[in-house]
């Protein structure tokens, strides 16, 4: 019932809530309790039945404490008759208390009314004694078995070793691993299933689970950052050996609410199945170990549980289990790699789509993210999978906040409105997406050609060094970083702005109640703040103003702007400087002609001999990849003239897509093959586009 996520916190797609009980309420809830107890053992007394009764009533009745109701409504039910009661109490706050409530770190259930019956929760069933657990209706599994139930599983027939002759129709039970006395799960016994259907050979639902460990009630109540009181001693468990605040009920074989192992078998019964033979051994010595116990006389409701079977069918129900268990394993198994394939694929498919491609078909989705996003040498089966079909499983992961469905024609699932790409789900999504980026090769590296980038450089004006008295080593870069600029004056934006801060600091010019604003002094005012006539002449006096003050920020953008401007074209990686020059980069121009009443174009292309590109080899280079006519001119009858050594390509069609993405050795900007497997890699930033009339602009 707990099974998935949401399940025990919402109801009906809404946070459910908790009120707390009256008195009188929670009295009816006490008798609701010991009514359990009474009707499975109306006999039963034991010499500590008046220290249990206290510690019933403190549980129940203490007025420190507060006890809640959470009711939970099914989807497609409005009346108070089809909802779960849930009963939950606060934690213990003093030592004397925690020795009566163990649980002093988070609420946890008393119990459930499912279906008009009342069950007691796992918490409650964790601090009764073994004489009280030992008259429940008890259901006894392989501890192999128990992963399974964790995970979201039913019990199957064939998965129990032993089951009470009472309580078999429609009748509450609870489930414990084999060798554990400590109940992990409590469920409703199926119709039909009694002692002599279950066992090897038989099929079907043996026990419908209402809750588990390692459920959704289980998984609510861990709360990392919560603390338990700070007592001598922490209560720890009789039966299961362990401190109930770890989270797994006091019981050390329940292991981080996915499996639990036995605690009678000296040879660690229920630990990794390494072999068939030593599970089977393991099953038929812990069955063979609670029959002897029950033979001696030792405990009449362990006659009860066993109902009277003999040491020869014990052995041959825990063997057939054995048997029958790898064929159920199996099933199981595929399953669950089945979904998990599944939720993969669907998570590394929502953390690479593109915002573009929202809103999108679900059946595409399906075909074009889901399926190609799958593991290597995988397939998917929807019909394999607990879900079943896709609509189910979308609305599934939608209830997780991952994606946002939509409706179209009666379909509620027709489209994928919105994603999520920063849900906790998809974490190993982004995280393989990242190392597959991370790693993979890159093909310039491998074939040893190297991209070119521009940077910005720039250059003191000497006028600008005399006014200001800067120093002489650091205008001239003797200190960068590169060996090729050193003793240049070309500098990156950081260095001079570092120049300008020593400035400030040298001429103690930074204001001492807000460093942000800087003193004006001469210098600075003539070499930064001075405007040029062109500029006065759009002000309103026509003569230069000075501030006392300015901001850091605003001397920083001034003060480059004054700077003399040059560029370095740069190989990556190595960052190896290929050139410096002053001024601006050079720009490879594109023009584009409409001819023949501008239904057949020509591109015209200069200045690729300035990133050291020979155009009589560009040009058949051209030719040969989109297939069309390229001339070359070195003179422009007409039209702009060419710079001197320069010449100009001309290529028949519209190319200027494809082009840029030759040159700039990136295929993904056309989708022409003929741009894949470039020689070229100049940086970006160096195109000049200039579509004359009749040229319309393509699409991308």
């Known amino acids: 019932m707990f099974k998935k996520e949401g399940s025990f916190s919402r109801t009906k797609g809404k946070k459910a809530k908790d009120t707390p009980l009256k008195k009188s309420d929670r009295r009816k809830l006490r008798d609701a309790f010991v009514s359990i107890l009474q009707t499975n053992d109306e006999t039963s007394?034991?010499?500590?039945?008046?220290?249990?009764?206290?510690?019933?009533?403190?549980?129940?009745?203490?007025?420190?404490?507060?006890?809640?109701?959470?009711?939970?409504k099914l989807k497609n039910t409005n009346s108070n008759a089809g909802a779960t009661n849930i009963y939950s109490r606060s934690p213990s706050s003093t030592d004397e208390e925690a020795l009566l409530w163990p649980y002093t770190k988070f609420?946890?259930?008393?119990?459930?009314?499912?279906?008009?019956?009342?069950?007691?929760?796992?918490?409650?069933?964790?601090?009764?004694?073994?004489?009280?657990?030992?008259?429940?209706?008890?259901?006894?599994?392989?501890?192999?078995?128990?992963?399974?139930?964790?995970?979201g599983a039913d019990v199957m027939r064939s998965g129990i070793i032993s089951m009470p002759a009472t309580h078999a129709h429609a009748g509450w039970c609870v489930i414990r691993a084999l060798g554990n006395q400590q109940p992990f799960a409590v469920g409703f016994v199926t119709n039909g299933t009694d002692p002599s259907t279950i066992g090897a050979d038989t099929k079907g639902v043996g026990v419908q689970i209402v809750t588990c460990y390692g459920d959704e009630i289980y998984q609510s109540q861990r709360d990392p950052?919560?603390?338990?009181?700070?007592?001598?001693g922490a209560p720890a468990s009789e039966i299961g050996g362990g401190i109930f605040d770890n989270g797994n009920y006091g019981n050390v074989g329940f292991i981080d609410g996915s499996r639990v192992y036995g605690l009678v078998s000296s040879e660690g019964e229920g630990n990794d199945d390494d072999s068939e033979e030593e599970n089977e051994d393991n099953a038929i010595e812990n069955a063979m170990e609670?029959?002897?116990?029950?033979?001696?006389?030792?405990?009449?409701?362990?006659?009860?549980?066993?109902?009277?079977?003999?040491?020869?069918?014990?052995?041959?129900?825990?063997?057939?289990n054995a048997?029958?268990?790898?064929?159920?394993?199996?099933?199981?198994?595929?399953?669950?790699?089945?979904?998990?394939?599944?939720?993969?694929?669907f998570h590394d498919a929502v953390v690479r789509m593109k915002k573009d491609h929202l809103p999108l078909r679900t059946l595409t989705f399906y075909s074009q993210h889901i399926l190609p996003a799958r593991r290597e040498g995988s397939f998917i089966d929807l019909k394999a999978t607990s879900y079943k079909k896709l609509g189910t499983f979308l609305k599934a992961v939608e209830a997780k906040g991952i994606i946002k469905l939509g409706a179209a024609n009666g379909d509620p699932v027709?489209?994928?409105?919105?994603?999520?790409?920063?849900?906790?789900?998809?974490?190993?999504?982004?995280?393989?997406?990242?190392?597959?980026?991370?790693?993979?090769?890159n093909t310039d590296d491998q074939n040893g050609k190297k991209k070119l980038a521009l940077a910005n450089l720039f250059i003191i004006p000497n006028k600008i060094v005399t006014l200001m008295h800067l120093n002489e080593d650091d205008v001239k870069a003797t200190h960068a970083k590169s060996e090729d600029r050193r003793g240049t004056g070309y500098l990156t934006a950081p260095e001079c702005r570092?120049?300008?801060?020593?400035?400030?600091?040298?001429?103690?010019?930074?204001?001492?109640?807000?460093?942000?604003?800087?003193?004006?002094?001469?210098?600075?005012?003539?070499?930064?703040?001075?405007?040029?006539?062109?500029?006065?002449?759009?002000?309103?006096?026509?003569?230069?103003?000075?501030?006392?003050?300015?901001?850091?920020?605003?001397?920083?953008?001034?003060?480059?702007?004054?700077?003399d401007k040059a560029y370095a074209v740069v190989a990556i990686p190595g960052s190896i400087i290929m050139s410096m020059k002053r001024g601006l980069p050079p720009k490879i121009s594109f023009v584009v002609e409409a001819r023949q009443s501008r239904k057949k174009f020509i591109t015209r292309v200069r200045g690729v001999e300035e990133y050291g590109i020979n155009p009589n080899e560009f040009a058949n280079d051209v030719s040969k990849r989109f297939a069309c006519s390229a001339t070359i001119e070195d003179e422009?009858?007409?039209?702009?003239?060419?710079?001197?050594?320069?010449?100009?390509?001309?290529?028949?069609?519209n190319l200027v897509q494809e082009l840029q993405a030759l040159l700039l050795g990136n295929d993904k900007l056309s989708s022409h093959g003929g741009s894949k497997n470039s020689q070229y890699s100049l940086p970006k930033g160096v195109f000049e586009v200039n579509l004359r009339k009749g040229v319309q602009k393509r699409k991308t």
């Not at 422009?636 to 069609?653: W, Y």
């Open 414 to 441: 027709a489209f994928i409105n919105a994603v999520d790409r920063n849900h906790v789900d998809l974490r190993e999504a982004r995280m393989r997406k990242k190392t597959e980026a991370d790693g993979k090769p």
């Open 636 to 653: 422009a009858a007409g039209r702009e003239k060419l710079k001197k050594g320069h010449v100009e390509c001309i290529f028949q069609g």
């Open 290 to 320: 609670e029959a002897t116990i029950s033979a001696d006389g030792g405990d009449d409701a362990n006659d009860d549980v066993n109902h009277g079977t003999s040491n020869s069918e014990i052995e041959k129900v825990a063997t057939d």
């Open 225 to 232: 950052t919560a603390k338990a009181i700070d007592h001598g």
């Open 107 to 151: 609420t946890q259930v008393l119990l459930m009314e499912v279906d008009k019956v009342t069950l007691p929760s796992l918490a409650l069933l964790s601090i009764l004694p073994g004489e009280l657990l030992n008259i429940l209706p008890t259901v006894v599994v392989p501890p192999i078995v128990s992963k399974y139930l964790c995970r």
């Open 498 to 563: 570092h120049i300008l801060d020593q400035y400030f600091v040298d001429n103690n010019l930074i204001d001492k109640f807000d460093p942000e604003h800087i003193k004006v002094d001469g210098p600075l005012c003539d070499a930064v703040l001075r405007k040029t006539k062109k500029e006065l002449q759009n002000t309103a006096f026509g003569k230069n103003e000075y501030q006392e003050s300015v901001t850091r920020k605003e001397l920083n953008i001034k003060w480059l702007e004054k700077m």
């Open 45 to 72: 007394s034991t010499s500590d039945s008046n220290n249990l009764k206290k510690q019933i009533d403190h549980i129940f009745l203490d007025s420190k404490s507060n006890v809640s109701i959470r009711k939970l």
């Open 323 to 345: 048997e029958k268990s790898d064929d159920e394993v199996d099933e199981v198994d595929e399953v669950d790699d089945m979904e998990t394939i599944l939720l993969e694929a």
